[in-house]
């Protein structure tokens, strides 16, 4: 047992911070980004969601990779080359003179968080004995919530006072920060039978993935998915993606062992997160425009409003073991995801006259909600593969979160301008034809082009936010449905309460204690 393990919890949860922090600071400023220069930069609502899902797909991608190279090399070598290449993204992304730039560089920052995330938790499960990792991963998974708390705060400070990429650049201090007590603090630790490399199954999940998204966000940018170039591009995605799987299964070395998935429970907990992070990912996307554009709030206080999803995140996540303990991993999980459902569903009964009290609400259950489906689920996936396997069960988990994600944001984000799109069409007939098609994109768009016709486009406010609601209210409960059907899986497949290991029989799986 490691005798600074709880500090060293600290700096493992620094470096996740920074991480996390980067995601939920670009929540709060995609309006900012999507205003015209000087202000930001002009960004569509497709060029938003690829500024998102540019950094999760890579990220996403390159976590079975970068996972065995750390087991290989050293986690302490890979945590720390992550983090020198996520600050020097973040200084990059700061001074982007383009949406596309933007995406270019946020694609750097994911490179190196690739590097990071796994490394973190596999450290984590090197440096606790068994009996602590519960509570260890409980306290990790609350870093969570403290990133999801400090991120928009600090993001509308910024923005208040500063150009939009001070939100990259406040990456880089803390970075340096993270170095500095890594290298004090962190022991190092690597797999004593690492696996060998895999860069064609890691070339066919990234070209999968990206078919697949570029295709669900083209659709949802054109308001239809039957265009032959959509069609076209989804299916060339599945079919990269089935080839990959395929690959996997015959490989000698693979980055991605589909063995692990023939045990339900470790599957079950992966479903679990990628359809979590599907739903809030999502609904995230489209609460921001709710807050700022719809209800008119500053970037700051749109980020104050966040506070009590990441207050419940902060309080629940590292106490989520002891309600384990009292029911069991199946109705904990599964009471979470109805709990999240729920919420979700309460999004589709909000507009613009709903007192902000009932939303604070909403988010403080929703990151109930989540805590007791983070925790649980980690410690499966963590505890269902022998130690000197943490970073591949990392990387595991952290694939299945950001590829979900990434769908969310591309599906979800896909309803929403399909509806928003088929809901002002008819309000647009007075503008020229270009113009139409601009102002049908987004609800920033339709309010960009009634600012520059002056009182002419006033007109254009009201039935903007008329259409946004009810895209909001459709979207959500998309959402609602795939975090029931989270609930299903996890009520069918998880299992009841843990079983301590016997005396002398430490290493024994979790999962296989169940069976």
């Not at 659709?219 to 690959?247: H, M, Q, S, Y």
Request: charged share 15%; proline share 5%.
């Amino acid at each position: 047992m490691h005798r600074r393990r709880w500090a060293i919890l600290g700096v493992l949860m620094l470096s996740l911070l920074i991480v996390v922090l980067d995601n939920s600071i670009l929540n709060v400023a995609i309006k900012t980004i999507s205003t015209p220069a000087p202000t930001g930069l002009g960004a569509t609502q497709s060029e938003l969601e690829w500024a998102i899902n540019a950094y999760t797909l890579v990220f996403a991608g390159l976590l079975f990779t970068a996972g065995l190279i750390g087991d290989r090399v050293g986690r302490k070598k890979v945590l720390l080359g992550g983090l020198v290449v996520f600050g020097v993204g973040s200084a990059l992304a700061a001074e982007s003179g383009s949406p596309g730039q933007l995406i270019a560089y946020r694609a750097l920052m994911a490179l190196g968080a690739a590097f990071v995330m796994p490394a973190t938790l596999a450290v984590l499960m090197n440096v606790f004995e068994r009996e602590e990792q519960p509570k260890a991963i409980g306290i990790w998974a609350g870093g969570v919530g403290l990133a999801i708390a400090i991120g928009p705060i600090t993001g509308g400070l910024l923005l208040d006072h500063f150009w939009w990429g001070s939100v990259f650049l406040i990456n880089v201090p803390i970075v340096i920060l993270a170095l500095v007590l890594m290298v004090w603090l962190v022991p190092d630790s690597r797999d004593p039978s690492p696996g060998r490399l895999d860069p064609i199954g890691v070339v066919l999940s990234v070209v999968g993935l990206v078919l697949l998204v570029y295709g669900i966000i083209k659709g949802g940018e054109l308001a239809d998915f039957t265009d032959p170039a959509v069609l076209a591009t989804i299916i060339a995605g599945v079919v990269v993606l089935a080839a990959f799987i395929v690959f996997e299964k015959r490989s000698d070395h693979p980055s991605l062992d589909v063995t692990y998935f023939k045990n339900k429970v470790f599957s079950a907990a992966m479903a679990a997160i990628a359809l979590v992070f599907f739903a809030l990912m999502g609904v995230t996307f489209f609460a921001v425009f709710y807050t700022q554009s719809v209800r008119g709030y500053s970037p700051l206080e749109s980020g104050l409003l966040m506070i009590p999803l990441a207050a419940a995140q902060m309080i629940f996540a590292p106490r989520a073991r002891l309600v384990v303990d009292r029911i069991g991993y199946k109705a904990t999980t599964t009471a979470g995801l109805v709990v999240l459902a729920g919420m979700l569903a309460a999004f589709a009964t909000l507009d613009s006259g709903t007192p902000i009290w009932v939303l604070e609400v909403v988010f403080f259950l929703m990151g109930t909600g989540m805590a007791h489906i983070m925790t649980p689920t980690s410690v499966v996936i963590m505890q269902a593969l022998p130690r000197e396997k943490a970073g591949s069960a990392s990387a595991l988990s952290n694939t299945f979160r950001q590829v979900g994600g990434a769908l969310g944001i591309a599906v979800l984000g896909s309803v929403l301008s399909t509806a928003y799109r088929n809901g002002i069409e008819s309000k647009l007939g007075m503008l020229p034809p270009g113009l139409r098609d601009t102002a049908g994109e987004s609800i920033e768009a339709t309010l960009g082009v009634a600012a520059k016709l002056g009182p002419r486009g006033q007109a254009l406010v009201d039935p903007a936010n008329g259409a946004f609601l009810h895209a909001m209210h459709v979207t959500a409960l998309c959402g609602t449905v795939i975090a029931l059907i989270g609930a299903v899986v996890t009520a069918v497949f998880l299992p009841g309460r843990p079983q301590k290991p016997r005396q002398g029989d430490e290493e024994q799986e979790l999962v296989s204690a169940m069976e």
